[in-house]
């Protein structure tokens, strides 16, 4: 695997060491007395009304938005396991609140790092608003969001935070790759960086053009120190809108 690693804290089988050996999350550890407040670093979220936390057979995995009521967007490489996924929506605690409901269908992107899930029931929520093509330049300060580990010195499913947070990058290029070679933009660390659990999370930035917040990547890989790379959502929005509509 390459240097940067898939974003997810998959745990289990061997099918599942896969996304735990990828990118990292940020979660709020309840546990290690010396884990700083990451994601890795950051702060914790206090409004993401479209954030869903991705749970596979039960267990903590990834993070997602609901960008449509039975439509939920996340990394391909989170679900690419067979198992029974489900999301909490809405609620920026991961253990309770918010609305929970199941993937009947799970639709991967063919060659990039991105999936969508459909849901077993319309969700009502406020929908993570998908960028535009203008909607994130090089230098421009970003806000990624996840449930992903806190810590490096132990598995990172052993930190993965209980409650959202998000970390402020600033983007070094929009021509990046992902995972599986996707267009990414690539980000690098101000005050965190995404790690094990953040995977399928967002990616949101404040549109120079028209001064809106919109999500504009999902996370794919990171070094779990200094540097992220997040599929680019605005090169592949015709791929979403064919299924999702948005």
Request: proline fraction near 4%; charged fraction near 15%; glycine fraction near 10%.
């Amino acid at each position: 695997m390459r240097h940067n690693r898939a974003l997810s804290a998959v745990v289990g089988a061997a099918t599942a060491l896969l996304s735990a050996l990828a990118l990292t999350t940020f979660a709020p550890a309840a546990q290690a007395e010396d884990v700083q407040p990451y994601i890795i670093g950051g702060s914790y979220a206090t409004n993401a009304p479209w954030a869903a936390r991705l749970f596979r057979d039960g267990r903590q995995n990834c993070s997602a938005t609901i960008i449509a009521p039975q439509w939920v967007l996340t990394a391909q490489h989170c679900v690419a396991s067979s198992g029974t996924y489900t999301f909490r929506i809405g609620s920026l605690d991961q253990t309770t609140g918010g609305t929970l409901a199941t993937a009947t269908r799970i639709i991967q992107h063919p060659s990039v790092d991105l999936a969508l899930a459909q849901l077993d029931r319309s969700v009502s929520a406020t929908y993570a608003p998908l960028g535009t093509t203008t909607a994130v330049q090089v230098g421009q300060t970003v806000q990624l969001y996840g449930w992903g580990a806190t810590c490096t010195d132990q598995p990172e499913i052993n930190c993965q935070s209980r409650y959202l947070k998000y970390a402020n990058t600033r983007v070094t290029s929009v021509n990046g790759r992902d995972y599986r070679g996707g267009i990414a933009i690539s980000v690098t660390r101000v005050d965190g960086i995404a790690a094990g659990g953040d995977s399928g999370g967002p990616m949101f930035a404040t549109s120079p053009v028209d001064g809106k917040y919109y999500q504009v990547g999902v996370a794919s890989t990171s070094d779990r120190s200094t540097r992220s790379n997040y599929t680019a959502v605005t090169r592949y929005r015709d791929w979403i809108r064919s299924y999702a509509g948005v």
